[in-house]
């Protein structure tokens, strides 16, 4: 199956990544090429993993592996084949972590083990999708923080999304046409201290923020 997601990332995917979005890319130099890597970027849309997918080089994309929801993803036949086996995700089970248990399943075993793998792993901290439009980012949560103590050799690459909200907000089937930017910031390496850690990723995503050009229709 990998040489089929290879084949439907280039000449599907991207091709058309880039025309509905034209993206712009500011720092791609700095997205890893080979892992283990955590590329940790802003959410308001299904279309910032297919567009982050589309940024990376041909040579890297049979490692790169986005964390997603297993309850959503994986909820029926074809969306699961398609999910596993095209986008290639990292299922994440949220309703375990949310479980009443006082021995938590242990949700982010299946990232650490594709980081133990060399895999850059796609991960988006909020947890879900917010709403586009709003000025600021929901609460991150500490999960990639785990992820980076567990494997302080993986740089963390912050990344900013903007417009995807826009182009396939929640809720929407068919995307609209508008130009997109994505910024990437200079790698985050672990350093010892979790809620630091997360002070400094979330200082990272708010400057790219800021650094981000105006929407505009394609």
């Known amino acids: 199956m990998a040489w089929l997601r290879l084949l439907f990332i280039i000449l599907v ?3 058309l990544a880039v025309l509905i979005t034209g993206v712009d890319v500011v720092g791609r130099e700095r997205l890893p090429v080979r892992g283990p ?7 308001n849309s299904h279309m910032d993993t297919l567009l982050l997918l589309a940024l990376f080089p041909s040579r890297a994309l049979a490692r790169v ?9 994986l909820k029926d036949p074809a969306l699961s084949w398609f999910a596993r086996n095209i986008v290639g995700i990292v299922p994440i089970d949220r309703a375990a972590a949310r479980a009443p248990d006082s021995q938590p399943a242990d949700v982010l075993a299946p990232a650490r083990e594709a980081l133990a793998r ?20 929901a609460p991150m949560k500490n999960g990639v923080a785990r992820l980076a103590e567990a494997c302080p050799a993986a ?13 396939l907000p929640k809720g929407a089937v068919a995307p609209v046409p508008m130009t997109c930017c994505v910024l990437v910031g200079e790698p985050i390496r672990w350093a010892g201290d979790r809620a630091q850690f997360m ?8 400057r790219l923020e800021e650094q981000a050009p105006p929407l505009r229709w394609r």
């Not at 592996?65 to 993803?73: I, K, S």
């Not at 060399?118 to 980012?137: K, Q, S, V």
């Not at 002070?199 to 708010?206: K, Y």
């Open 13 to 15: 995917l991207r091709p």
């Open 155 to 167: 740089p963390v690459i912050p990344v900013w999304i903007q417009g995807a909200g826009r182009v």
């Open 37 to 43: 890597a955590i590329v940790a970027g802003n959410h």
């Open 118 to 137: 060399g895999d850059i792993l796609l991960i988006f901290p909020e947890g879900t999708r917010g709403e586009p439009g709003h000025a600021t980012m």
């Open 199 to 206: 002070d400094r990723l979330r200082g990272a995503l708010e």
């Open 65 to 73: 592996r986005p964390a997603a929801a297993a309850d959503y993803f």
